[in-house]
């Protein structure tokens, strides 16, 4: 396979991991943007990348450039997204990959017209663990599906101003931590949730700090969603079928899954993957994709969770500034 020139637009904590992947590979990013020059340079410096440009947005002129991985605030990614795909680059974006469903349909529409790879860097659509527990769900090994538990709380101080928090930046937690949950409901479930009841706590900002959600699909598979960005919980997934029920903690970097079997009550401890490789077979897939072999991407499930924050957010009447025009 050819091997791609990566840059990265951002230089956050995600855009650290993504340089420390491909060191982990014995490779390394092609080129860095960011908005403030001065961490662009000494990011660059700090992973041995030889490109730094001057002003962000050169990042997208550079005809040596294949694939951008996008790591910015979710609001700033449709226009870079829009940049990069009329420049016809490959890009990985960061989670939430749009704030709502009109902005991804037209991030879609510009890949499709430029003929480039649009993904999101959706760690759960590409972790071993996910893709083994589905590969023995599809040859019905555990039955059928019938429920599935979301749990994901994490405590953050309450700082108005930080990204969680603040309006300006698209904060809360469904677009923050809620994607992931939904991103491993529709893994599992047979087709997206068509009904979808949902309750909300809005921290002082107007934000979403907490949430319940209620779904199920046409097959009658339901699941229920707990969020909170002020209130600790185990990161805990469990899937429900008729033969078996899964428990994976930690998610989204799964690695081991405990499933137990309804019939005698039997417990089996699965592992795949690694944690600590997460970004390094997002890279993978990603390159996969960009190659032109099998779906490893999943762009179906990025639109079909996106439907569905937007549609709860339209309950919810919560809304970020870009969408009050």
């Not at 840059?7 to 340089?19: F, H, M, S, W, Y």
């Not at 662009?40 to 990348?49: C, L, S």
Request: charged share 30%.
């Amino acid at each position: 396979m050819k091997e791609y020139k990566w840059a990265t637009l951002g230089c956050g904590v995600i855009a650290n991991q993504l340089a420390q992947a491909f060191a982990a590979n014995g490779r390394k990013l092609y080129s860095v943007a960011n908005r403030t020059h001065e961490k662009a340079v000494a990011f660059a410096e700090k992973y041995g990348i030889d490109k730094v440009y001057d002003q962000i947005d050169d990042v997208f002129s550079d005809d040596e450039v294949d694939i951008i991985y996008i790591s910015t605030p979710h609001n700033t990614h449709i226009s870079y997204l829009r940049k990069a795909l009329r420049a016809g680059k490959h890009v990985l974006c960061e989670k939430s990959i749009t704030l709502n469903a009109e902005e991804l349909e037209e991030a879609v529409r510009l890949a499709e017209e430029h003929h480039v790879v649009l993904a999101e860097a959706m760690t759960i659509f590409h972790m071993p663990i996910y893709k083994e527990l589905r590969s023995r769900m599809d040859a019905g090994e555990f039955g059928e599906l019938r429920l599935l538990q979301m749990n994901f709380g994490s405590y953050k101080e309450y700082d108005m101003k930080n990204r969680f928090f603040n309006r300006n930046l698209a904060g809360g937690a469904l677009l923050d931590i809620g994607v992931y949950a939904l991103s491993f409901l529709r893994w599992f479930m047979s087709s997206k949730p068509d009904q979808i009841l949902s309750q909300v706590k809005y921290a002082p900002t107007g934000v979403d700090e907490q949430a319940s959600i209620l779904l199920k699909n046409k097959e009658e598979e339901m699941a229920t969603v707990i969020l909170s960005l002020h209130a600790k919980q185990p990161k805990r997934g469990t899937i429900s079928f008729d033969k078996a029920y899964i428990e994976l903690f930690e998610y989204p970097r799964g690695e081991e899954a405990i499933i137990t079997y309804t019939e005698d009550g039997h417990k089996e401890v699965i592992s795949a993957g690694s944690t600590d490789r997460a970004l390094e077979y997002e890279i993978a897939d990603m390159e996969a994709a960009v190659a032109g072999e099998a779906d490893r991407i999943h762009l179906d499930y990025t639109i079909d969770v996106m439907d569905m924050m937007t549609s709860i957010r339209k309950d919810w009447g919560m809304t970020y500034p870009e969408e009050e025009h």
